[in-house]
């Protein structure tokens, strides 16, 4: 990769992380990072974000109540 | 390449989830083994949802999620975070080539989405853990999304499980929604967008493939084989109100266009089509689009609901309510002037103008000063160039052939029924006269000075004489435009009448000759055409009374006149009967050319005629009476020559002559106060009338006014009208009895002369008394003439002849009395307040209402 194009990449992530500290979506950087990638792997942000609400809600879940016998997904399969 | 992506998507997956579970709020993060069966169901979880149907419900367009990102903050009352956010959305969008984000809308969305569901979940958060996941297990291979496509190959086993995430109230209102659409969709065969277009179709008067138009039900409908609800069916019903409104147009104007050549449609018919047609283009292109809007559909960002095409018909339905209205409109004036032509259409129209609605308002009058425009073309060049360009019978003043003496009153005329509402009365009148006086100029005068007056009155109008100045709704313009023309075209035509013409002169020598205003010659005239006039009127040469009148004309001051005016003076035979005279049938006749044969016409010149019998019967019994005293004067009888006749016979000679000097006083005092009154009460005070009110004129219809005023006035007053007939006739029965008497008192002295000759003769030789009875024998050729006869005879026969007289005298003298009575007893019974004048003239002494009680 050359170096304009890791400092364009770098800015984007900047921007996009400032973006999401400003609606407050509790993402960090590594996270968001992550997201992006597979975003821009063409898969369906609807369902990003699904998976990002239901596996907080797991791990809330996990830290409210332990040990985690029951979450939510395990009881759906 | 697919494998290798494959391979990093699963790998960025457990990154991902690693990093969501060990991410942790609290202090004591511990780090997760990537082994521990939690974190495997947690991956298998994630991969289960990415796997699922779930497809993106927006449009891929960064720019409207940022937007509406920022809008949800704004409405949350965080402006200052919404700015911030908009200028790095901004941002983010320019970073484009290599290295930056290439999915930048699933970024955006995604981060919307997360931080939604973050709000969401902390407002709810007891409730959160309760929130049902539906499964779908009948999930749809059919429906497969870019993720499960990506994933399917490997995922096989996780198929079934599908996770529908969404917000419960959202997810019920889809549900419903979905299930509403599906009943709308077994009821109705027919789908709303393509009654929509069947409808557009329908509005511009062709059949769509359901909507078509029914003869029997008169207009467009859906048939009912089509199975649609009531609602539908009405509201499709409604909106091709407006197919058939336009049906109806259109059929008009098409139908005007093909007759157009033939017959005539009139250059208003053809502007009214041309407007209609313009109007109809503006509607096409209203229509093209509706048209072009109709496949579009509606931009929603964040909807759930799946969006329809932009025009619903309820949408249609209010596009379609001003054109609607316009085209009753058109459709109603259409049906008005269907058998309507030029100005009675613009009328009709008119009419339908004035409406309060400032939209219909402003719509008729663009038409109307389409469809006026001819008609205002029409008024222009017949006010300022007096021309009738009216192919078509359209305009309301029609012209008639006529010929040059009667153009002015007969030659053009307005036509009520093609004169539009918005042209007054008044003002029509003046716009007829001012074109009428152009052609009066033009034809009766030969005059071109009209011209200049023309385009001064147009440049002063403000208005050029260019076409199309003039406009429907520019009432003032016009009425300034005509009133400018008329003032100085009327001014020009009387000033061509005054100067060039010499109307005045006319008048005034009409008067003089006519009206025997100019006594010298109307004396020396009555002289020399006496004996000529007194011939039976078949052996009267008409020639040689036109030579006496040269001799009146040239011994008399009238010789001083303008040499033009005596030239038109000739003399007229009146046909006559077997029985009349030379004086029944005499008269002047005074030959008004072009242009003044407008003014003295045919009609007028008989009046004028009518007139001067009178006045030359007046003249006539005067100039006899003042013929007759010339015999009587006292000195021509010596009464010293009848001393010697008996005195019985003397006296008989003086009391006839006494008697025929009374009578004629009375006579003389009965004809010259009439003579008095109409010349000075009458023909003066009138015509003093009448050159005053020429002074103030202001047009020819005012000119032509005074002078009948004037005519009429006349004959009014000197007894000639139709309401004192019966007098009229008296007075003409008076004036015979004078004359009879004139022809007694000529008689009478006759005898008187002849016995005094008789008398004188005894003395005188008798070679003169031979000569004398010679010269008598030839004025009386009685066969029982007393000449020779001795002095007892003479006596005798003086006796006789005075006995006689004084019999015819008195016969004469008690009819007159009678008569002058009556005369004077249907006087005061008369209208004209100038007759009392006469009768206190007459009566001044009350000699005669003294006589008689009854007056």
């Known amino acids: 990769m050359d170096p304009d194009a890791a400092r364009t990449a770098r800015e984007s992530l900047d921007l996009a992380f400032h973006m999401s500290n400003v609606l407050d979506t509790g993402l960090d950087r590594h996270t968001l990072s992550v997201l992006i990638a597979l975003c821009d792997l063409g898969l369906n942000p609807e369902a990003l974000a699904a998976v990002v609400k239901e596996l907080r809600t797991s791990r809330e879940l996990q830290t409210t109540s332990s040990p985690p016998t029951s979450t939510a997904p395990s009881s759906l399969s | ?855």
């Not at chain 2, 309507?340 to 009058?365: N, S, T, W, Y």
Request: proline residues 3%; aromatic residues 8%; contains cysteine.
């Open chain 2, 1 to 855: 390449m697919e494998e290798e992506d494959q391979q990093k998507v699963s790998d960025l997956i457990k990154e991902l989830v690693l990093r969501l579970l060990s991410q942790n709020p609290t202090s004591d993060s511990h780090p997760i083994d990537p082994n521990s069966p939690d974190f495997r169901n947690s991956l298998r979880y994630a991969f289960r949802i990415l796997s699922s149907r779930m497809t993106p419900s927006v449009a891929p367009d960064a720019a409207a999620i940022g937007e509406s990102i920022k809008r949800r903050l704004a409405t949350q009352g965080k402006s200052s975070e919404a700015l911030t956010l908009a200028d790095l959305c901004t941002k983010f969008a320019s970073k484009t080539g290599p290295g930056s984000v290439n999915n930048k809308w699933a970024v955006l969305y995604l981060l919307k989405i997360i931080a939604e569901d973050r709000k969401a979940a902390r407002n709810q958060l007891d409730s959160s853990a309760l929130l049902p996941n539906l499964a779908f297990n009948d999930a749809d291979s059919g429906h497969d999304s870019r993720v499960s496509r990506s994933l399917g190959s490997k995922e096989k086993g996780w198929r079934n499980g599908v996770l529908l995430v969404s917000k419960d109230p959202e997810n019920r209102r889809e549900i419903a929604f979905r299930e509403f659409m599906n009943l709308v969709k077994e009821e109705n065969e027919v789908c709303e967008e393509v009654l929509v277009r069947d409808v557009l179709y329908a509005c511009q008067g062709i059949d769509g493939k359901y909507v078509k138009f029914d003869k029997n039900a008169d207009g467009y409908v859906i048939p009912d084989l089509v199975k649609v609800p009531r609602a539908t069916r009405i509201i499709v019903r409604k909106l091709c109100e407006l197919g058939w409104l336009f049906r109806k147009v259109k059929g008009y104007i098409s139908e005007c266009m093909d007759r157009f050549p033939a017959e005539d449609v009139g250059t208003v018919g053809q502007a009214f089509c041309a407007a209609l047609q313009d109007e109809l283009s503006e509607y096409y292109k209203l229509l093209a689009v509706l048209e072009a809007q109709s496949m579009n559909p509606i931009p929603l960002v964040s909807e759930k609901v799946s969006s329809e095409n932009y025009l619903s018909l309820r949408r249609l339905s209010v596009w379609f309510a001003e054109p609607m209205v316009k085209m009753r409109l058109m459709a109603v004036l259409v049906d008005k002037c269907r058998v309507l032509r030029g100005g009675a259409m613009a009328g009709a129209i008119h009419l339908h103008a004035q409406h309060g609605d400032p939209l219909v308002h402003e719509f008729m009058k663009r038409l109307l000063r389409r469809v006026c425009s001819p008609l205002f073309e029409m008024v222009r060049s017949w006010v300022l160039e007096g021309e009738l360009e009216d192919i078509f019978a359209e305009f309301f003043v029609v012209g008639q052939p006529v010929k040059a003496e009667s153009l002015w009153r007969d030659g053009y005329r307005l036509h009520a029924g093609m004169l539009p509402s918005f042209i007054s009365q008044s003002l029509a009148q003046r716009i007829l006269r001012t074109g009428k006086s152009i052609n009066f100029l033009r034809v009766c005068c030969e005059d071109h000075g009209w011209a200049d007056a023309a385009t001064e009155a147009a440049a002063a109008a403000g208005t050029t004489t260019r076409r199309g100045s003039l406009g429907y709704g520019e009432t003032e313009a016009l009425e300034s435009l005509i009133d400018g023309a008329a003032k100085r075209i009327d001014k020009h035509l009387l000033d061509v009448m005054y100067k060039r013409y010499k109307f005045k002169e006319h008048c005034l020598a009409i008067k003089r000759y006519l009206l025997l205003g100019q006594g010298d010659f109307v004396q020396y005239l009555m002289d020399i055409v006496g004996p000529e006039l007194s011939e039976p009127a078949n052996t009267i040469s008409t020639f040689k009374l036109a030579g006496l009148l040269e001799t009146a004309i040239r011994s008399s001051n009238a010789q001083y006149d303008d040499p033009d005016i005596l030239d038109r003076l000739r003399v007229k035979m009146m046909p006559h009967g077997t029985g009349d005279r030379g004086w029944d049938v005499f008269s002047l006749e005074y030959d008004a050319r072009v242009p003044l044969d407008t003014v003295f016409t045919e009609s007028v010149m008989a009046r004028y005629l009518k007139i001067f019998n009178f006045l030359w019967k007046l003249r006539r019994v005067e100039h006899a009476l003042i013929g007759a005293w010339k015999t009587m004067k006292p000195n021509c009888i010596t009464s010293h020559s009848f001393t010697k006749l008996q005195r019985a016979v003397k006296l008989q000679l003086l009391s006839s002559l006494r008697r025929c000097q009374v009578l004629w006083d009375d006579m003389n005092h009965f004809v010259t106060n009439l003579q008095y009154y109409i010349m000075f009460e009458v023909l003066e005070v009138s015509w003093s009338n009448f050159s005053s009110e020429m002074e103030v004129a202001k047009d020819l219809d005012d000119l032509l006014a005074a002078h009948e005023k004037y005519l009429h006035s006349i004959i009014e007053k000197s007894l000639l009208g139709e309401r004192s007939q019966t007098l009229c006739k008296s007075l003409f029965v008076l004036f015979d009895l004078i004359l009879r008497f004139r022809s007694h008192a000529d008689r009478l002295y006759e005898g008187i002369y002849e016995l005094q000759a008789r008398t004188m003769e005894s003395s005188l030789p008798s070679r003169d008394k031979r000569k004398s009875q010679r010269q008598l024998s030839d004025k009386v050729s009685e066969p029982g003439s007393w000449i020779g006869d001795g002095r007892k005879a003479l006596t005798q026969r003086a006796g006789e002849l005075f006995r006689n007289m004084g019999q015819d005298l008195d016969a004469i003298a008690k009819e007159y009395s009678s008569l002058l009575e009556g005369f004077l007893s249907q006087l005061p019974v008369q209208q004209h307040v100038d007759l009392k004048f006469l009768l206190f003239r007459l009566d001044f002494t009350e000699f005669y209402s003294r006589s008689s009680p009854s007056l």
